[in-house]
C-alpha cells in the first residue's frame, strides 16, 4: 500500500487540487481516494501499462466532484463579465504549470469542475452532463465561460509579470 501510495500520491494530489483548490478540502479528497483504491483493489482489471494510474486518476476525479456536490460547492452560473466576450484565446508560452493550475483554481467551481473533466479526463459534453446533473447544452456553455475567463485570467496574469 505503502509502494502504491508513494507512486501516485504527487499525480492524485495535482488532480484533486485542478478541482479542489482548498488546501483542506483537497486532502480530505485525496484522503478518501486513496481508501477507495486500498479497499477495492481487487476490482481493479489491469489493461495495461498506465490502467492502474488512470485508474487511480478516476477515482481521484469522483471524490471531488461528490465532496464538492455534498458540501454544495458545485455551483454552475451563466454569468460571464462583458469585458470577457470576444477575448481572444492566450498565448500559454511561459506560463508554468503550476500557475496554470493556480489559474483553474480561481476560477468558479462549476467552471473549473466542466473545464477539468472536458481538457484533462477527456469527456465529452454529454458525458460530463450526465456526471454532473446537468443538461449537455449547459456544460458547453460553462467551459467557453471557463476558456473565456481563464484566458482573461492568463492576459492578466502576464501583464501583471511584465510590470
Known sequence: MEMLYRQYAGYATA????????????RDVLQDSFVKVFTNINKFNYRGEGSLKAWIIRIVANEAISMLRRTAKLTFTDEIPDKLIGEEEPELDYISPDILNDLIGKLPTGYRTVLNLFVFENKSHKEIAKILGIKEDSSASQFFRAK????????????????
Do not use: W
Request: charged letters at 40%.
Open 148 to 163: 473565456k475567463m481563464l484566458a482573461h485570467m492568463i492576459k492578466d496574469y502576464k501583464v501583471r509579470r511584465k510590470a
Open 15 to 26: 488532480v484533486a487540487r485542478r478541482y479542489v483548490p482548498n488546501t483542506d478540502d483537497m
